[in-house]
């Protein structure tokens, strides 16, 4: 039997754990151990008695976010996969954890319809990781075909949790990097708060993807 929390304890890098607990004010649990290293763990245990592992209670950050890798990771079926993450996404209770999981969530690309009607209800939750779950999923969804269904979302979602209306910039900022015209009409008019507007325009204007110009038009429509 693989003894998981051990091989985390020999990961564990004390630089890095100061590192992400700047990154995640308010978290205590953080052990240090970088992402590479945690998704070759989860190979490691998809190769055991993974099912098994996913039982254990999780007392740090990284044994949630590798709970979350071995979710995405093992071989069930499509409908098998998304109840586990049903139960995965209400533990989310921070960034990290939250954006590891949704990049490492392949099966959006491979069952797009699927997951798309499985995210919508995370859009209308009162739960700010639930909403941040549902929202940083949209980056498997960076096309012309969703970006009006997405930006309905963005308009809808009013809780006031700082993750919650981050997630929303960022991906906005993503979906003008890939649907610029379509992008730009939102922002000219949109329901969002300033704070998540401007936070979005901030974010364009950051992006190396987007030239000068653009920049600078988008700079004006700043709240």
Same mark, same amino acid.
């Given at each position: ?36 290293? +945690?998704?070759?763990? &989860?190979?490691?245990?998809? @190769?055991? $008695? ?7 209670? !999780?007392? /740090? ?20 996969? +998304?109840?586990?993450? &049903?139960?995965?996404?209400? @533990?989310? $209770? ?7 999981? !949704?990049? /490492? ?42 970006? /009006? ?75």
């Amino acid at each position: 039997m693989l003894d998981v929390r051990k091989r985390l304890m020999e990961l564990a890098d004390e630089k890095y754990r100061n590192f992400s607990a700047s990154l995640t004010p308010g978290k205590d649990n953080i052990l240090g151990v970088r992402l590479p290293l +945690l998704r070759k763990l &989860a190979k490691e245990i998809l @190769k055991n $008695d993974w099912k098994g592992y996913l039982k254990n209670p !999780c007392d /740090s950050m990284e044994e949630l976010m590798l709970q979350g890798f071995v979710i995405c990771g093992c071989k069930v079926s499509p409908e098998e996969k +998304l109840l586990m993450v &049903a139960d995965f996404v209400p @533990k989310i $209770d921070c960034w990290p954890v939250c954006d590891s999981f !949704c990049s /490492s969530l392949k099966l959006a690309d491979t069952h797009k319809e699927l997951v798309w009607d499985f995210i919508q209800p995370y859009f209308h939750s009162d739960r700010e990781f639930e909403i941040r779950f549902g929202v940083v999923m949209l980056l498997h969804y960076l096309s012309e075909e969703y970006a /009006s269904q997405a930006f309905s979302h963005f308009d809808r979602i009013k809780h006031e949790g700082y993750y919650a209306r981050m997630a929303i910039a960022w991906v906005l900022s993503m979906y003008y990097v890939n649907c610029p015209k379509l992008t730009l009409e939102y922002l000219k008019n949109n329901n969002l708060d300033t704070f998540t507007h401007n936070k979005a325009i901030q974010k364009i204007i950051e992006s190396n993807r987007v030239d000068k110009v653009d920049k600078e038009m988008v700079r004006s429509l700043k709240r």
